[in-house]
């Protein structure tokens, strides 16, 4: 057996936010701050088991990531924090030993508790091997302004968790609904510093002066972020060890560096959630999650779709929270983005299979926002449903395969 490889004081931030805030965009933000002689590493859990994400930060790095000196890892399948620390402490582990990472970045499933992945992380076998920055969590104001997301628990739950919140998407706001949002922010959390985005619009502007000072500003700020210790670990961490000394009398065990066997230290597969790399495709699942049914498909790369008619389909899904994807079409590879309020499509390069994930709210009717245009459009649209209890899988799968204009 080999000598375990011992990691110690790994600078390490979370990256939290309700699903479909935006942390992917903000996650881009972070990786813009690293210094070329850096290595940095991404733990990304998503909560469907088709991993998507990955492909989706791939895709809008302007260089390779490998080139970069960025190491992404998936764990798809359900949240790593939710049933036990098994999954989370083999997927940090299996990123530092096979990357040696300088930083550490984890993005959790937008639909899990921040709590229970702090308290993970507060726990004594993880204090000298990580050196947790401050909690950072991603808001986005389209969807604090719709009641349902203002008292969902779970919405709230990522602003009462955060050291650092990124509000986005305010540009609709006025004044007094800003005054309002910091208002409610701080009822929840009054130590929590807020951060005001800079538009996407004005980062991507490059001509004008006053918005790259704007930029650069912003980015100084988000990655100021990364070198102040959490307020909140650090509070969880004293949590802990009073409730240690309470319950064992006074005795306390000495915390111990992380020891890390190399990748086969006789850990199975099993032990991490299957990336359905090797499945037979093509291939579909379907299963309920909380409030949610998730679906996903992977397609070969050979199955070529009509680019329209995807878009007009997915759109027409019942009360859908998020679509995401990366698909070969006959507008060529896309990369599919779409939460309520924002459409976004992307050429990009051949992948290696195309990968399609939904995930729709039972028993909820989705406030689409700016896209009511578009759902009007395909209202009529055979599949659509009042509810998304009653969806039928294997109807959907053949309008799917319907799609495939191509199949040689």
Known sequence: MKNPIIFQNIPCTLVTGFLGAGKTTVINQLLATKPDDERWALLINEF???GIDGALLASSQDNDLEQKNIAIREVSGGCICCTSQ??????????????HPQRLLIEPTG??????????????HWQTALKMSAVITVLSAEQWQQTKYRHHDGFQAHI?????????RYTQLSSNEKQSLVEWVTKLNSQVKIVWAVPEQVMSDTTGSSSARLTHTYLATLNEQLHKPSAIISNQRKVNIAHNQKSTLGLLSQPSALGVSSPSNGLGDEAETQDNTDTE??????????????????LPTHY?????????????LPNWQRIKGVVHTSDGWL???????????????AQTDSRLEVILQLGNTVDTNAID????????ASHTKSSSDSIDWEAFDRELMAMVIQSL
């Open 86 to 99: 098994l999954p989370l402490q083999i997927a940090i582990s299996r990123l530092l030993s096979d990357h």
């Open 304 to 316: 070529v779709l009509d680019a329209d008619e995807l878009q007009n389909w997915l759109l027409a």
């Open 160 to 168: 009462r968790d955060a050291d650092v919140l990124i509000i986005n």
């Open 48 to 50: 469907g088991r088709i």
């Open 281 to 298: 495709l093509p291939y579909r699942y379907h299963e309920e999650q909380q409030d949610f049914q998730l679906a996903g498909w992977r």
């Open 111 to 124: 639909l899990a508790h921040p709590r229970e992945l702090i308290l993970q992380l507060s726990a004594p």
């Open 335 to 349: 990369q599919l983005n779409f939460n309520p309020g924002s459409i976004t499509t992307k050429t990009i390069d």
């Open 373 to 380: 245009t578009a759902i009007e459009k395909i209202e009529t």
